[in-house]
């Protein structure tokens, strides 16, 4: 492998979906009166849109009381890495055609609990970054 430059690479907005499309499981980060949160979640990407499930608590209400959100992906096996960003507004679904539309795609919950409050991020922002692993480079 090259110099460090060499083992990062930028992904495209394209590469980011694909990644998030394929994925299953992410980090939503949430900031309510100073506090920041992270909960694990998992989501499914419909539309350029993500979607996931909530029951009613400190998740739901903190994206309701600050709804700008940072929602994370990330892989790493022996030979690469990546992480993907996203930045936006997560809101509730409150009409009964977008929740009737969001039950249909194919997401439930990872525990046995019941979450039927849906809750989308549309995307301000989205980035990626792709990682070569390998041995360190030689310092001098």
């Known amino acids: 492998m ?7 690479q930028v992904l495209s907005e394209q590469e980011c979906w694909q990644r998030l499309s394929e994925n299953t499981l992410g980090r939503l980060v949430v900031n309510a009166g100073g506090e920041i949160d992270v909960f694990p979640v998992n989501y499914v990407v419909s539309d350029g ?10 998740k739901l209400l903190e994206l309701t009381i600050h709804p700008d959100v940072v929602f994370e992906i990330d ?3 022996d030979r690469a890495a990546y992480s993907v960003v996203v930045k936006g ?4 679904l ?5 929740i009737d539309t969001a039950d249909a795609l194919p997401l439930v919950p990872f525990l046995p609990t019941l979450k039927y409050r ?3 991020i549309r995307p301000a922002t989205l980035s990626g970054r792709a990682f070569q692993r390998g ?6």
């Open 89 to 92: 507004p997560a809101e509730e």
């Open 75 to 77: 892989h790493v096996d």
């Open 118 to 120: 849906w809750v989308r």
């Open 135 to 140: 041995p360190e480079p030689d310092r001098y």
């Open 2 to 8: 090259g110099d460090t430059i060499d083992a990062v």
């Open 94 to 98: 409150q009409q009964q055609s977008e």
């Open 49 to 58: 849109v993500l979607y996931l499930r909530t029951a009613p608590g400190t």
